[in-house]
């Protein structure tokens, strides 16, 4: 069982930044992919940003593309994803997941059903 643990969240101004970074707490097996998503009132889970591990490649929502910047590190054996946001927006205010693939789902990164661990979440608020 992996546990992923969220932090970073807070509340900002629009135009600000914010670093949202999620721990992963087995380290043994490298995930096919690891996603943020988020999920604002009375909407639907949407898949923020993406990152294969095994290549490292990442992929966007459109809303997001050039404001924010998925990564993940392995400093001291523990697997680290962060999600930089910048230049951030009202309509950016949401709870954020981290979420982990371990099986290598064939459905497309956005899909939420593709992902067998979810974070608790962490909220970001965007004030304008």
């Known amino acids: 069982q992996v546990q992923l643990v969220e932090s970073g969240g807070g509340s900002v101004q629009a135009g600000g930044s914010l670093r949202l970074s999620c721990v992963a707490s087995d380290n043994t097996y490298r995930s096919a992919r690891m996603s943020w998503f988020r999920q604002a009132p009375g909407k639907e889970r949407e898949g923020v940003a993406v990152?294969?591990?095994?290549?490292?490649?990442?992929?966007?929502a459109d809303s997001v593309k050039g404001r924010f910047t998925i990564s993940q590190d392995n400093a001291d054996d523990t697997l680290t994803l962060h999600l930089q946001m910048n230049s951030l927006k009202p309509e950016d205010t949401a709870m954020y997941y981290c979420a982990a693939d371990y099986v290598g789902y064939a459905s497309k990164w956005t899909v939420a059903g593709g992902y067998n661990y979810w974070g608790q979440g962490t909220q970001v608020t965007v004030s304008s």
């Open positions: 990152i294969y591990s095994q290549r490292g490649t990442t992929d966007y």
